[in-house]
């Protein structure tokens, strides 16, 4: 099966054109993988049902990793012109279980498979084209336009490996058999497992800029910690060796299971691993397209929680504590495995990359230097949370890429699957999941005295950090607070105040006030990064975060939603991500829309001001405050809605075009100015006057 | 000797390793030849001469040109060490004539000419070492440390051709011959000048950032001309035809130059052009190394007043209006005549890079579709000023190549000469020089109804125009003007009142501030982009700057003297250019020394601390003010004052440590909080509290 998926491509080489030819067939053959999967179901019918009740149907992930490519081409002005505005909003948002992502099933129509199919391959032809075509020089770097390109490729990747944990999730009936997926057809006995000796390491993680592999952000930076010797075990734990923890009523015994373990169990009524059918008292085993005789050898297939409390019965039973490894000694584990980073690895060696298998297969067949699958034939849970390294960065193409995961909720999975290629399988690349997702994930245990990193609530993003001390901190200069301010200003006109829309809401302030008065406010940012804040203050009830002061130092602050009077509002707001110049549709009947500092950040303000009428009620207040602080970085000029000399070498003013575009739909009530103050270190602030100007729907 | 100079290099390919190899040839052999020509001083006392009272003796210039490459990546921070920081300072700056240059010899103690050659050896040593460590791609970018390498050099193959220039002012008996460096050795009669029909074309100036050859930061960015239908003179003028007005007495005739011109006469006396060596009552012609007889036939060598004085003479003979071309015009030309961009040029086609000759050549030899020497033999005087092109951005490491010479009173230059190599013979450079200079320059001349662009006296670069606003602006948020709030402050410390030193002081308010109290302040700053402000007010009487208003819109303001009250103080104040961490010697007795918003700006604020003792008085007053905004972009995170954690994660702040530093020698007598607002846009401001500091020397 070799054939089936490419190594991923280095970023440096020596000739342009022959990158743009292996960067070309590295796209097309994921593009033509990803395609391939979705053969596995049996009829078009399956496209439009959900493997699980809290994600989208097949569809929208059929449809998501193609529109990814546009979003991000147009969001880094690569191209100018979206392929399809509609799929490209519906297919946007929804990964993940997150709370603003919007799920519910009546804001979707989702279209015909022909559609998205006819879709994928404009997207496909445009990608192409841009791959012979993009300005690009060698090494590759992530301020480079092909950057985008590889970033689009490397996302289908990784849902090529979780549409197939979907896929398998499925009712068998709705699956039916694709030759090149084929199941490993041996299996034995489960060998008994034992305990192997790991010396104690320094351990450097984090990965250069100048590595020659495409990186997601979180991969970058530096972190290093002393790992004591410890004992691991030798194999991944089999289905043999979890079947005793099962037939033990491992699953009815609250003692070995955490709070969250409890809550899974209880939402689920798990009372064995999710990928096992139990067929009159005997257990078989759920492989992707086929149902098959239990294969004890193979791993068994859990997700983290299932993994802890296999490891809390084990420790009883031993009297010897087990747990789930952590990262760091991970890599000394992978150091001791003698293992290099692909694409030196071969393929061949280990059950990755669909060389082998499109399935598990036994725990004893790929040893490296005395312990089994180090990396592939499934993920292993880790027990530690996913967190940036020092000198983390996002990538301005996907800021929301890592960082809503560093909640301390989702843990790093290691080591990679049989469904696993690209970034995927990279000894830099670092993957983390919430511990009651399914992946191709198992695990292994290890007996070990090292600390587990202590978890840190406090935002450590610099620019969502000083947007929470603008939104949440101290006033200066004498200045009031800006999100009260503006709520002040937008009830003094509001005139219905059922639904209010705080659109580009960043760190949520306004959206909270707005809900003082309003019945049902939604707060929408094109970033997760911000959206997150307020989405935190409504789930877990507060704000923390970094308060700059000198150089690198800060201080920490943190905001109870007591201390700001909002408890009793936390069911009156929502937040979503969501692009203003391309909004859902499902996003309208609102009394009022404010625009606080959006406009000039937008690519295309134009869009949204032309459309926007068409979110309001009756009698709706639209409200816009900027500075029009124009930048090319945000947008193009050409996009610019004043600041600079038409044709005529006449000056153009925004205020003059917001009144020229906005003039059939609203009547301008008032103009006014309002001061902000944001802090940028305890002695250097921007002190800003926004124009604020407020329009009455006609 | 085709052997002697190299053609310059090309920014892109596909081996980094080899260009490695192409850059290394290419600097050494720009090196040898930088130090061939001073074989042409007869002895070494000669190095201690000066061929123009108004220049350094010719020991500046051949540290000048090492001590450069070391200044320069110290700036950028490729290297951390200085390799003789006296050197490096003394043979920094006073290039050109320029009133914020030293040129007083007190203030210089020269090394001997053995030491310089050591220290040129060592520099040599470092940057080929640097040629084949640093870390680059291809193509080659402006960020790249390789640029600031290709920088160095093509300053250097500057100033071969200008040393040229200074050996020739030098008395014969100063100068030996030198076998490579051959006189061309025919002449004849001057060939009868004729003008040549050029055609109406619209031409495009500027250079695309893409570009493959090196340029300096004045070449990019766009500026297109209509250039009408014109004629040209087929030659340059030669001497034979320059004779004629010389004969007819127009070195005494006022009425064919301008004020400039006539200036030039008084001050030079002179009665024909420079190098003509008159012995009895006939005219010889003065060469690199030998004095011949008058070469008819060759160019005649002038300044540009000279040019123009040609021009009026000859006009008012012939009843037609003669010119100097425009840079516009010349490009027609070059179109016209076909010519090539190097390295496609091919050297022995005209009388550039030392192919032929080390001297000019008759009019009449190199031809290209008609006309003569539009590139090599002598450079051409232009009637366009230069200015910037649309979108012209200084470059970090040399902010002040270009800025400087954009004041209306440097003319172009085009066309290059014999001496000419590297980026001076390129189709896209171009270099200025005041009209009174000498080069290996004459001219020809057009008869052209193309009119001149009108001088734009407001200063075009935008960050030296907010710094403008920022002292000579208004004032916002009812924040008083800093520059006067720290003299203030200042007035009240300090004990005496002779000699103070503003350093830092960019665009000079302060310092006119301080001289209503102080009888002498000096303003010296880093960037001559920001000294040539206050400068500009001292002798022309006004600063001009244009105020940002939203977008890329902004309006011109203009303060006079006489508004500010400073007309008596023009005498107490002067304006020069200094590196904080590295000040010459002479900067020395101040009463006071105030530092505003200087240290979180050095590369190394403690290498400055450690010493401003010594430029102070007994009871001489050091002020310091800064917001401690420290940036890895100014200051590398190891010479920080503050803002960090020790090593035993000791948090570290500026306060504490200046009273560490400055302990020793100083007193400290007061801290306090001064606010000030930067204006960005009429609507975003930066508003920031300094932290004042005040010491008293011990």
């Known amino acids: 099966m070799s054939k089936l998926s490419m190594y991923p491509i280095s970023l440096d080489g020596q000739s342009v054109e022959q990158k743009r030819q292996e960067i070309k067939a590295y796209f097309n053959n994921t593009f033509d993988l990803f395609e391939k999967i979705f053969e596995l179901l049996k009829d078009e019918s399956v496209f439009y049902k959900k493997s699980e009740p809290t994600r989208h149907p097949m569809i929208f992930y059929f449809g998501h990793t193609a529109t990814f490519f546009i979003n991000k081409l147009i969001n880094m002005k690569i191209i100018k012109e979206r392929i399809n505005p509609s799929f490209e909003s519906i297919f946007a948002v929804g990964v993940d279980e997150m709370s603003w992502d919007d799920m519910n099933e009546r804001n979707y129509e989702w279209p015909k498979v022909a559609e998205v199919r006819e879709y994928r391959n404009s997207v496909r032809e445009l990608v192409n084209e841009l791959i012979m075509t993009l300005d690009f020089s060698l090494p590759i770097e992530q301020t480079s336009p092909m950057w985008i390109i590889l970033m689009g490729i490397e996302h289908e990747r990784i849902h090529i490996e979780t549409s197939l944990v979907l896929h398998r999730q499925m009712p068998i009936e709705f699956i039916k058999e694709v030759a090149v997926f084929n199941i490993c057809e041996h299996t034995a006995k489960s060998p008994k497992n034992e305990m192997v000796s790991i010396k104690a390491e320094q351990v450097k993680l984090g990965k250069e800029h100048s590595h020659h592999l495409y990186g997601w952000d ?135 990359n669909f060389y082998h298998y499109a399935s598990s297969c036994p725990v004893n067949e790929f040893g490296f230097n005395g312990i089994y699958d180090v990396i592939g034939n499934v993920w292993q849970w880790s027990r530690t949370p996913i967190r940036g390294f020092k000198g983390f960065e996002v990538h301005e193409a996907y800021d929301d890429f890592s960082t809503p995961t560093f909640d301390e909720k989702h843990a790093l999975i290691l080591g990679a699957s049989w469904a696993s290629s690209g970034n995927l399988i990279m000894k830099h690349s670092r993957y983390a999941f919430r511990k009651h997702f399914f992946q191709n994930a198992g695990f292994r ?166 459309s926007v009428h068409e979110r309001l009620n009756d009698d709706g207040i639209l409200i816009l405050t900027s500075p029009y602080t124009w930048q090319e970085s945000s947008t193009k000029k050409e996009f610019w809605l004043g600041g600079y000399e038409d044709e005529n070498g006449k000056e153009v003013r925004t205020l003059e075009s917001l009144k020229a575009i906005l003039a059939n739909n609203f009547e301008l009530l008032g103009v006014e100015d309002l001061e902000f103050v944001i802090k940028e270190t305890a002695r250097k602030y921007q002190h800003t006057i926004s124009q604020v100007t407020v329009w009455k729907k006609r």
């Open 218 to 352: 979180n991969e970058y930076g530096e972190y290093s910690e002393n790992v004591a010797d410890f004992e691991v075990s030798k194999y991944l734990v089999s289905n043999g060796e979890y079947m005793e923890f099962v037939k033990d009523g491992g699953y009815e015994k609250l003692e070995y299971w955490d709070e969250e373990g409890a809550a899974f169990l209880k939402r689920s009524g798990a009372k064995y691993p999710h990928f096992w059918v139990e067929e009159d008292g005997k257990f078989r085993y759920r492989a992707l397209s086929r149902i098959i005789d239990m294969p004890e050898d193979w791993p068994v297939d859990v997700n983290a929680l299932e993994a802890e409390a296999f490891c809390r019965y084990k420790s009883k039973k031993d009297g010897v504590e087990y747990k789930l490894p952590s990262e760091a000694e991970y890599r000394v584990i992978y150091n001791h495995a003698k293992l290099e980073d692909v694409p030196k690895l071969h393929e061949s060696r280990a059950n990755i």
């Open 445 to 610: 245990y290890v007996i070990s005295k090292n600390e587990n990193a202590s978890e840190d609530i406090y935002e450590s993003d610099a620019l969502v950090s000083q947007y929470c001390e603008f939104q949440y901190g101290d006033e200066h200069f004498g200045v009031e607070n800006f999100a009260k301010s503006c709520v002040a200003l937008a009830n003094r006109y509001a005139i219905n105040k059922s639904k209010a829309l705080d659109l580009g809401c960043a760190t949520g302030r306004a959206t909270f006030e707005l809900a003082k008065t309003f019945e049902q406010v939604e707060g929408i940012d094109f970033s997760v990064r911000f959206v997150q804040v307020g989405s935190k203050l409504k789930d877990e009830g507060y704000v923390a975060f970094s308060d700059r002061l000198e150089g690198d130092l800060s201080q920490n602050k943190k905001v109870t939603i007591e201390e700001l009077g909002y408890e009793k509002l936390r069911d009156r707001v929502s937040f979503w991500q969501g692009d203003a110049c391309n909004l859902k549709p499902n996003f309208r009947g609102y009394d009022l829309i404010m625009a606080t500092n959006l406009i000039d950040r937008l690519y295309n303000p134009k869009l949204f001001l032309e």
